[in-house]
């Protein structure tokens, strides 16, 4: 781990500060970025960093468009995605089959930030 910026980055500003013109891997998740090893974006992310890669983290980008996927640039190697601890699906609805009003895995708990699969027979919009 670069003991000069404690987080990966999230932009390439972040990713410029820390002397990385370039990343080999960046890591996108469904989460909030959470530096912690029960997030597997940050586990996968700390481990590649660990065998000498310059990692970076795209968390709950809008999938709506394009712009939040290019905030870190074209990696040298692979994307890596990961869906997170929550699926998307039991993040939105409850046990009982109605709407969540939150989603405590996403940042301040605000709901709505993962897709919606609407082929989903079992619970409709």
Known sequence: MNSTFNFLPTNLNEAKKIGYNE???IIISA???VDHPSFAG???GRFLESLGLKVGIISQPDWHSTHDFTLLGCPRLFFGVTAG????MVSLYTSQRKIRS???YSEKGIAGKRPYLPSNPIFPK
Request: charged content about 30%.
């Open 23 to 25: 990343l080999d891997v």
């Open 31 to 33: 989460d909030a970025y």
């Open 42 to 44: 940050a586990l996968i």
């Open 85 to 88: 601890n929550l699926d998307s």
């Open 102 to 104: 939150d989603d405590p």
